[in-house]
């Protein structure tokens, strides 16, 4: 199975930092790699796809980088709705599908 | 539009067999296109994928789980459901049913929006 692994886990930031998250996969999952933002009580909601493309609805400070086994995720201005969970997931060919282990946005 | 809903008892024995049907609403499980997927996440903790199944009932599941997992569905009352056997209270969880489109090759834009089972005597 492709292992995912998120740093860090937690993130403490104010609002209008520019924070990134880090994902690395355990092999090369090309650009099959999903962002999702969850806050508490609700399911995942999806930011990102195939590591950059801007899922619709998505606010443009939110933005995605990356190939191979190294992605990021990055928040160009930390605003108030922006604490939450966030997760990468793998989606390469082959199943299993694998998230990491999520990383906490909190307020500093 | 297409949503998803989770139903199914909220509390299971263990060693029992836990049962859960999620309801697509606003589409067609059988247009193809999707894989129907369970995904549950333990309190407090990250995201487990289970499995998924797509068309012409084909199915896969996560490895670690294989052994007593079941995903089915019913495309006469547009659903799908997920059997878990033999649970323990490390099976306790939200669980969430959700759409994956491999044309679109997106991961999931579509979630229900989960149910928590727990499994206690």
């Known amino acids: 199975d492709i292992q995912m692994t998120q740093s860090p886990s937690t993130l403490s930031a104010s609002v209008g930092d520019r924070v990134t998250i880090t994902c690395r996969a355990s092999q090369s999952i090309s650009s099959w790699l999903a962002w999702y933002q969850q806050k508490p009580g609700k399911a995942p909601k999806l930011l990102m796809y195939?590591?950059?493309s801007l899922e619709s609805g998505v606010p443009s400070r939110f933005s995605g980088r990356g190939s191979g086994t190294e992605f990021t995720l990055t928040i160009s201005s930390l605003q108030p709705d922006d604490f939450a969970t966030y997760y990468c997931?793998?989606?390469?060919?082959?199943?299993?599908?694998?998230f990491g282990q999520g990383t906490k946005v909190e307020i500093k | 539009q297409v949503q998803l809903q989770e139903s199914g008892p909220g509390l299971v024995k263990p060693s029992q067999t836990l049962s859960l049907t999620c309801t697509v609403s606003?589409?067609?499980?059988?247009?193809?296109?999707?894989?129907w997927s369970w995904i549950r996440q333990h309190p407090g903790k990250g995201l487990e994928w289970i499995g998924y199944i797509y068309y012409s009932g084909s199915t896969y599941y996560n490895p670690s789980l294989k052994s007593r997992v079941t995903i089915s569905e019913d495309t006469s009352k547009n659903q799908f459901s997920l059997k878990l056997s033999s649970v323990t209270a490390a099976d306790t969880a939200v669980y969430y049913c959700?759409?994956?489109?491999?044309?679109?090759?997106?991961?999931?834009?579509?979630w229900g929006q989960g149910t928590l089972v727990t499994v206690s005597s």
């Open positions: 195939q590591a950059s």
């Open positions: 997931q793998q989606y390469n060919s082959s199943p299993p599908r694998t």
């Open positions: 959700a759409r994956e489109d491999y044309y679109d090759s997106s991961g999931y834009r579509l």
């Open positions: 606003g589409g067609s499980i059988s247009s193809g296109g999707y894989y």
